[in-house]
């Protein structure tokens, strides 16, 4: 029988693979359809914007909530529905039509799916499960690349739809069973309930260190965002093919399983907070250098501190956030943790990537993302870490 932590490191896969699709790719599709690149900017902030709005109002129903997996299981299911009806859309304004209903299943599942392995296995196994993902994410964009080098960059956009939607449905068809049936998701009773009543909305926005890490989280993600969405672009202006999209990701995707693997080893020496600042440093050198590269290997090396700018930042997040509300009540901040820093940060840096791209070109549009994760710097220097509970460095 297979066990809680291979089933949620099913779900990881395929949607992360899933959303290497939708980043790497689709912006191939939408160029094909007639949007200009500062539209396909203002469709991600847009389409971003509405999955905050949607994470906002899961984060204040989370009190209310008794059987989140039934919701996770309608979120699957409402994603594949609509990502298979995607490769099939002829025009842009179809386009942004079907993908904006599609944001809002999409935007929900991976917020509770964070909840639901968290509360099932621990914060502590979380790492270990995410990793899954992450692998999920780089093999399906290197494959991808490799099959579609040969045809055009619309053929390649065109066949990303295809395969998000099939990775959709299988996602579906393998879990949404098992998330109905609760038992089937943790081999016996967790140990860290807490007994708590679970933190609403307003206590969790009333707290200046929570804040503190949101903003920084934002400022951060819209640089990652920038990647994720015009690194394919940038190297299209650059004269480059479609393999090389996938050769990027999967560099970036390799670094992150380590940074995911070493983090738990990583905060046993210092607490997660400590890490922050060289996060936002060293993450800010590699969009300069992404930028400012002349050769591709140049350019495919500086994608390494994806260790440290993603897998050591999310791992540290996920620490930090169990400050806040205790692991088996964590569907609440965790929704608003992707509302404000992912869905927030995310529309600012697909607006702003778009109209500098479209204005400025590639090279100008990864400085932009160098100057977000100073401002996340300079969050942590106006005084964030003396507002945060006290955290214990040799916890998880």
Known sequence: MIGPYARFSLIYFLY?????????YWPYRMEALGMSRSMIGALFAGTTCVAVASQLALAWLSPRVQRPERWLAAFMAGTALFACAMPWVNGALWMAALFTLLIIPRSNTLPLADAITVDALGSEVYDRVRLWGTIGYGVSAGVLGLLTHRVSHAEAGWWATVAFAALMVVMTLTSAPHLLHRGALREAAPSHLSGRAPPDLKSLTRQPALAGLLAMGAFHWAGIMIF??????????????????????????????????????????????????????LTAARWTATALATSIPALIAAQALHLISFGVWLAANMRLLGLFAPDDQRSGVQSLFFAVSFGLGGALGSALGGQVMEHHGGAATFLAAAALDLLALLTWALGFRGRLP?????NN
Do not use: D
Not at 16 to 24: C, E, K, P
Not at 243 to 257: D, L, N, S, Y
Not at 390 to 394: D, G, I, M, S, V
């Open 228 to 281: 994720n969405i015009y690194t394919p672009l940038h190297l299209k202006e650059l004269g480059h093919g479609n393999a090389i999209p996938g050769a990027v990701v999967a560099v970036a995707i390799c670094a992150e399983v380590l940074g995911l693997f070493a983090a738990r080893h990583l905060f046993r020496r210092a607490a997660a907070a400590r890490w922050m600042p060289l996060i936002f440093i």
């Open 16 to 24: 992360l693979s899933g959303a290497a699709m939708v980043s790497t």
């Open 390 to 394: 006290q955290e214990n460095a040799t």
